[in-house]
Structure formats: C-alpha cells, structure tokens
C-alpha cells in the first residue's frame, strides 16, 4: 500500500501541466538531440542546464532527465538510416540496423527499436521503484568512511572499464580531483588554486567545462570528418514489426533490459558498456551468429534495450547515494545542488514528492518516447538533411549564451573554449574525457569525506580499513587498478576494448 500511495504523489506532481509541458520539452529535444550526430546528451544538458535556474526543481530535473533517456530513444535513427550513431551508445546498433536498412527493412528496425527501448525503459522505472528505497534505508548507515571509499571504487571502475591505457584514464581522473580543489577550501575556508585570480575563487564550472569538453571539443573533432550521409526514406505502415520479428527479438529485448540495468547501476558502466556487452552477448548466444553483422533484428533489439535500461539504472546511485556513475548523471547531481537538493539517503524521505514525481515522469515520458519515434520518422528524416555547416556554428552559439548566461562572465566563455582545444587534444591523442568530469564532480565530495573521517577518527588511517563495507570497497578498488599486473583481469579488460 505504501509503494502505491507513494505512486500516486508521484503522478499527483507529474501530471502537473507545467510538469507535463517539461517533460515533454525533455524528451522532444533528448529524441532531437539523439538524431542530430555529433551533439549527445552531455552537450544537450549543459547547454539547457541555465535554463532550469528559474523553474522549479521538480520541473527541471523531469526535463534534464527525459533528455537523457530521450537521446537513448533517438540515437538508434540516424544509426539505421544513415550508419551514423546520432550518441555514442547507439554506435553498434549501425552494425545490424543499417544493414537492415540496406534490405528494405528500415521500419521493422526502427520499430523494434522503439518498442525494445520502451519495454527496457519501463522495467528499468520499476527497478528504480522498487530498489531505490530499500538501497536508501542502507545507505543512512554510511559514514564519511564508507562514502569515501565508496567514491574511490566509483572512480576505479571508471578508470577499469574506460577503453585505452588505464594510465591514461588514471591521469585524466587526477588532472579532475585537482580542477575539482580549486577555489575556496569548504573546511577551513582558504583559497586554493587560484593564482590570484578572482574568478577562480569560487572554483571552476561543471558547464564550461563540461560544454568545452564535450560540446566544443566534438564540434572540432567532427568539422575534421567527411561524412557522406545516404538516408533511407521509409513508410509509416512499415514501421511494424512482424511476429518473426517479435519471436527473434523478445529474448534479446528481456537479456538487454536486465543486463543494461544493472550495468547502469555501476559507476563507470552506463549506457555504451551496455549495449556492447549487450550485442556480444547476443552474438554468442544466437544459433546463427554468422547473420549478425548481415542484418540480425536481435543486434539492434538487444543493445536498444541495453542502453535504455542503463538509462534508468544510472538514477539509482545517484538518487540514493547521491554519487553519480556517469558524467550524465553528474550533470543532474549539478542541477539538484544549484536547487538546493542533496541527493542522498535522505532525498526519499525528506522530498517525496520530487522523488516519485521524477520516478512518474519517467512512466509518461516513455509513453510520450513511443508516440515521438514511430509516427515522427518522417520529421526526423528530414532533420538528418540539416547541413553540418549551418548546424555546428549554431551550436557553438547556444554553447555561449547557454555558459555566458549561467554568471554572466566573459571568464567563463574563455574557459569552455580552452576546455574545447584540450577535449579536441585529448580525442586526438586517445584521452578519455569522461573520467575527468567524473573525478571532478566527485573531488570535492570526495576529499570532504576523507578529511571528515579523519577528523572522526582523529587522524587514524585505520578506520577505511576496520569498518567492514568501506575496507570491501576499498579492496575492489585495489584490485582493479593493479590489474596490468594480473594477466587474469588485463586480458578480460583487453577483450572489454576490443569488444568496444
């Protein structure tokens, strides 16, 4: 009874009208932003994040959060119809969806697609209702310990699992703990890190930097590429799947969805680890894994629900804990410190509401998904024919007004666009963005939990090792950062990169 009247405030805030317009908003520009190649979710949510300043919090993290899940919905289009992953977790969904195209099979794959990803997002709300709550009353039992070694884990898998050296991923994780120190130290309030420069007093921006790296940066790296775009034009009426179609596809759907939440749940894992796992999954377990690659519907069915279920599973960790697995979700644990929420063990408790309000708008959003993706194909066709040369400087202009209106700075404007030149560096020379944002949106959170936890323990080191849940993390983590040293788990974490 409890879990239905919980159900019920939620819908009470989400069928709010203002709620409902921004869910819509969410997921339209997240189906949008899906299509468009070379944009994705991070730049899309950086760019609009000044715009939830003067909305409410329910409205703001609904609207953040459908562009994230929508982006999930609509990168699989441009994929099928152009061989091109409008985001990055729709990369191997071009290997089979294009190829189905290819036969005159566009809208069974795009079909499938939308349906996959509408039954993975729905089983994936039903796994953030019912676990939520139960992993938040064990989570009121961490001290700053475990939340530090927590962290550290998060960190360590992030590292293990980002593809490339792990030194690299190692050094772009410290270069974010350090960028995530400077400014005004929140325990004995001196300034660190600042050179002197005023505007560096109140620490770097998540936007800036997150627009430079990811917006700025994939701006550059994409004005690099020729790309010829040859777009398959299909009907509505072909946009059914068949019930061949649904027997090959229901297995892969129900393995993607539940392989996809759990990924989702990790730190590090996430959308792209999933629908990969989820593809070579399904490659080994097919009868015929020689079709894949030719236009199987189970390698586009698997890694669509795969990735929308990593959706909805990232909001676990973060929601409960309040320690996001992945720069998407770092972006939103942002949105909700600039409203002034701490997600954590307390959030369910102390603002119901806007828990299973965000929980119901995700049930509507989906709905909404499921109605934008199979009757809108045509409109979206259509906006894979915007030229990059009118799209790309356009962004670029949102990137600044979107980073000029969050203070005001002109600073801020020469930061995104020296964040850009370094993301464009770093793609070039193969570092790893994403373990830099991570690290430092966690940094501050981190060093404060360490240095609380000394300070409890009066100095003694020992204590991250004598409580039993902070000791298991931090062994985890261990054993993942010295795994080159371990032929064992350097070869599976090989086979992960290459599978990538």
């Known amino acids: 009874m409890d879990l239905l009247s919980d159900l019920a405030l939620g819908f009470s805030v989400a069928l709010q009208p203002i709620n409902l317009l921004y869910c819509f908003l969410g997921v339209f520009i997240g189906t949008l932003i899906g299509v468009l190649p070379g944009i994705g979710p ?15 919090p329910e409205a703001a993290i609904i609207m953040l959060a459908g562009i994230y899940y929508g982006s999930m919905y609509g990168g699989s289009t441009t994929a099928i119809l152009v061989n091109i992953p409008g985001e990055a977790a729709s990369v191997v969904t071009c290997l089979d969806g294009y190829q189905m195209a290819r036969q005159g099979r566009a809208g069974p794959a795009l079909g499938i697609s939308a349906f996959g990803s509408f039954i993975a997002g729905t089983l994936a709300i039903v796994g953030l209702m019912f676990l939520a709550p139960s992993l938040a009353r064990f989570a009121v039992k961490f001290g700053p310990a475990e939340y530090f070694s927590l962290m550290v884990l998060g960190l360590s898998i992030l590292v293990y699992l980002s593809h490339g050296s792990l030194l690299k991923a190692l050094a772009m994780a410290a270069v974010g703990l350090v960028l995530g120190l400077i400014g005004i130290d929140q325990i004995n ?9 005023l505007e560096l007093v109140d620490g770097l921006g ?3 930097l997150v627009m430079g790296l990811f917006g700025v940066a994939e701006i550059l790296v994409n004005l690099e590429r020729r790309v010829v775009r040859e777009v398959f034009d299909t009907k509505l009426g072909s946009l059914l799947p068949t019930r061949q179609d649904w027997r090959e596809s229901a297995a892969p759907i129900a393995r993607g969805s539940v392989l996809g939440f759990l990924l989702g749940i990790l730190p590090g894992g996430g959308a792209v680890l999933s629908s ?11 009868r015929a894994p020689e079709s894949f690659g030719k236009g199987a519907i189970a390698g586009v069915a698997g890694p669509e629900s ?3 279920a990593a959706a909805g599973g990232g909001f676990i960790p973060l929601m409960t804990l309040g320690i996001p697995p992945n720069v998407v979700m770092a972006l939103l644990l942002g949105a909700f410190i600039v409203h002034g929420l701490q997600p954590g063990p307390l959030l369910i408790v102390q603002k119901p509401d806007l828990f299973w309000g965000i929980v119901a708008s995700m049930y509507i959003g989906n709905v909404m998904l499921l109605v934008l993706n199979l009757p809108l194909i045509g409109i979206w066709v259509q906006v894979l024919r915007v030229p990059y040369a009118i799209l790309f400087p356009l962004i670029l202009l949102f990137c600044i007004i979107g980073v000029y209106s969050v203070s005001n700075a002109i600073f801020d404007i020469y930061l995104m666009l020296g964040f850009g030149v370094l993301g464009y560096v770093m793609k070039k020379i193969g570092y790893e963005p994403a373990p830099l944002v991570l690290a430092f949106v966690l940094g501050p959170l981190l060093e404060n939990n360490l240095r609380k936890a000394l300070i409890l323990s009066q100095g003694e080191f020992a204590t991250f090792v004598t409580r039993p849940i902070s000791a298991v993390c931090l062994a985890i983590a261990f054993v993942l950062l010295i795994s080159p040293l371990l032929p064992r788990l350097r070869q599976r974490r090989e086979e992960l ?4």
């Open 276 to 286: 990969f796992i989820s593809y070579a999954m399904e490659k080994r377990l097919a």
């Open 306 to 308: 795969a990735n929308n």
């Open 206 to 208: 998540l936007v800036p």
């Open 497 to 500: 990169a290459k599978e990538e």
């Open 189 to 197: 309030a001196m300034p660190r890190l600042t050179f002197g420069q």
């Open 42 to 56: 991070v730049a899309a949510m950086s760019l609009l994040l000044p715009v939830t300043f003067s909305i409410t």
